[in-house]
């Protein structure tokens, strides 16, 4: 069955990187879309970026963009993104998600979700 | 960017009701709505998509509809295991949540 594992969480401080992982199992994901999405403490859920089958087209929130890169490894059917320039409103649980085989729309799969925090 | 506003905030309500959830959207959408459940210390669960398509192995007591800028969701029958927070999803523009509306028990 569909299985995403996210891991890389942490803490760091502000300024700082990190590199999240999303193993995926039970499908390939070179054949979906796939979707980072948020969640600080206590609050909802934010659409982070996409990256499109033939990882040709990415996607960013504003809030992200230029600091934030999303990629993928085919081989190991893992997806990534890569956090430079953290901040302390970056803190929440980082949910990676798969999309759609031909557009990014819902996302039927989620992974359990790994913390980050940034703190001084 | 397309603004998702959820009501109410929280609802309490008591098994076996009937129980709507509203979510409007800042501009028109068409049909291009998910909904979600989610439940405290887990991931978020599809429900609905495509405003009133239940999502793989979800109960027939959840239904959605609307189309536009004003959608609803309903639980016909709440059950205990349905106690949790609901979300909204519009991917007609970007992708935006609303902020979520939280059912608990009376």
């Known amino acids: 069955q569909v299985q995403l594992v996210e891991s890389g969480g942490g803490l760091v401080k502000p300024g700082g990187s990190l590199r999240l992982s999303c193993a995926a199992s039970g499908f390939s994901i070179s054949d979906y879309y796939m979707t980072w999405i948020r969640q600080a403490p206590g609050k909802g859920l934010e659409w982070i970026s996409c990256i499109s089958r033939s990882a040709t087209d990415k996607y960013y929130a504003d809030s992200v963009k230029g600091r934030f890169t999303i990629s993928r490894d085919s081989a190991k059917n893992s997806l990534y993104l890569q956090m430079n320039g953290l901040r302390v409103e970056d803190t929440a649980v980082y949910y990676c998600a798969r999309d759609q085989e031909y557009s990014s729309t819902w996302y039927g799969s989620w992974g359990q979700g790994t913390l980050v925090t940034v703190s001084s | 960017e397309i603004v998702m506003t959820q009501s109410p905030a929280t609802l309490s309500m008591s098994p076996g009701e009937r129980v709507t959830l509203s979510c409007r959207a800042s501009q028109s959408i068409s049909s291009n709505l998910a909904w979600y459940q989610q439940k405290p210390g887990q991931a978020p669960r599809l429900l609905i998509y495509?405003?009133?398509t239940r999502a793989t192995g979800i109960p027939p007591r959840f239904s959605g509809s609307g189309s536009g800028t004003e959608f609803t969701l309903t639980i016909s029958s709440l059950q205990s295991e349905d106690f949790a927070v609901y979300y909204c999803q519009q991917y007609n523009n970007g992708y935006t949540f609303g902020q979520g509306t939280k059912l608990e028990i009376k």
């Open positions: 495509g405003a009133s």
